[in-house]
């Protein structure tokens, strides 16, 4: 089992800092993967061959040029020059994918390293099922917001000050 301080090393933080959305969904490059696993990309990938019926579709797809080109502007992923950009396309993993990865890299480092994926996994899911029910309740509420919105503004503008007649008026007893 990963230690205290282990665990903390690898918070959800970290693992969900690492998930991407790509063709709109969630999922990991091969390359952040074997970081965590304290494996070489190259290990893990063939790894991942040797298993391929394990791994459809749904479950891992390689990157294209263009989107590797659009995650290296959007994040700064990959540095462009010489020696500084990927030799072969990586791969991603959805959060079915990474699940199926601690059955093929089978040792205790995989399954622990696998769990924080797994919580970071369910985190976001958590984070945004919130998020839409706010905006859902926001949309149904929408002209009360709006109305309230306007009276603060009304409240906000400085009131004016009476303004004085001119000429002589006489008091009224």
């Known amino acids: 089992m990963i230690s205290q301080n282990k665990n903390a090393a690898l918070s959800v933080e970290i693992v969900g800092s690492k998930i991407l959305v790509i063709r709109g969904k969630r999922v990991m490059l091969d390359r952040d993967l074997a970081d965590l696993y304290g494996v070489e990309t190259k290990r893990l990938n063939e790894q991942i061959k040797r298993n391929s019926k394990r791994f459809p579709i749904d479950f891992m797809f ?12 959007q994040n700064a992923t990959l540095k462009k020059g010489r020696g500084r950009h990927t030799k072969y396309l990586p791969y991603v993993f959805t959060e079915q994918g990474v ?6 890299l089978n040792s205790e480092k995989a399954i622990e390293v696998n769990i924080q994926i ?13 998020n839409e029910a706010l905006a859902e309740r926001v949309k149904e509420n929408r ?31």
């Open 62 to 73: 390689q990157l294209t040029s263009d989107e590797i080109e659009a995650l290296r502007s």
């Open 143 to 173: 002209e009360a917001i709006i109305r309230i919105f306007k009276i603060i503004e009304e409240l906000r503008q400085p009131v004016p000050a009476p303004k004085k007649k001119i000429g002589f008026h006489a008091e009224k007893r």
């Open 118 to 130: 797994m919580r970071a996994f369910v985190k976001i899911r958590e984070f945004l099922a919130t």
């Open 99 to 104: 699940a199926m990865l601690s059955t093929v």
